[in-house]
């Protein structure tokens, strides 16, 4: 079966300070990628998509960076951290249409 | 952007009664899906519609999709404590070759003891 995970569960990081969520995928080959965010009470944003190593499309303008160095794996990154990258941030996987989510990792930039 | 809008935005229902969700989206789709998120958690794939498709059931829940009118209404029976969430429509837009989905805003359901 498929698993997806997330680390760190939570971060609390300065601003300015380097950022780097890691996602991975198990149990599956080829799958395509994303990265969103979700700012409190809110629905989800789609940040960054994947459709295989190194495709990177980015969603939404913005201060953070994806990359994907091997089939099942998912990075999120930023140079410099703002006030308002803090929120949770959720990887997910799908085939086709069915998203599969990780757990998530809540980021606050202090 | 958000192509799906949910209603209402929370729900408080007791125990044993049904919860009644609403979504509507702008533009013609592909399939509308159904996510159920709980505090602090990532999301839960519940239910997956097609555009060809009026009704659908899984377990207690019920999925509606009115083309016409461009919205969605999942109904959860016999509600439990465990169906305390915050309950989230996506959709698929039609005439794209990818599956990215859009999602609303949420409803947060309370079900209470």
């Known amino acids: 079966s498929q698993t997806i995970h997330q680390w760190p569960a939570t971060l609390v990081q300065p601003v300015g300070s380097p950022l780097s969520l890691e996602c991975t995928v198990e149990g599956t080959s080829n799958p395509n990628l994303y990265w969103y965010r979700q700012a409190a009470g809110r629905g989800l944003q789609l940040l960054f998509y994947?459709?295989?190593?190194?495709?990177i499309s980015s969603e939404v303008p913005q201060n953070l960076s994806a990359s994907r160095p091997q089939d099942r794996q998912f990075i999120l990154s930023s140079k410099k951290l703002l006030l308002s990258d803090s929120g949770f941030y959720l990887c997910?996987?799908?085939?086709?249409?069915?998203?599969?989510f990780g757990p998530g990792t809540r980021l606050t930039v202090l | 952007s958000q192509q799906g809008e949910e209603d209402p935005q929370a729900l408080s229902i007791q125990e044993g009664e049904n919860a009644t969700m609403n979504c509507s989206y702008k533009t013609s789709i592909n399939n509308l899906q159904w996510y159920r998120q709980n505090s602090g958690r990532g999301l839960v794939h519940l239910i997956l519609i097609r555009s060809n498709e009026r009704e659908k059931h899984s377990g207690r829940l019920r999925v509606t999709l009115d083309t016409s009118k461009k919205s969605s209404s999942l109904l959860i029976t016999a509600s439990r404590a465990a169906d305390t969430a915050s309950y989230f429509c996506a959709t698929v837009p039609a005439f794209r070759g990818d599956y990215k989905l859009s999602f609303g805003a949420g409803t947060t359901v309370t079900v209470r003891a």
């Open positions: 994947s459709v295989g190593i190194g495709q």
């Open positions: 997910a996987w799908s085939r086709y249409n069915e998203q599969f």
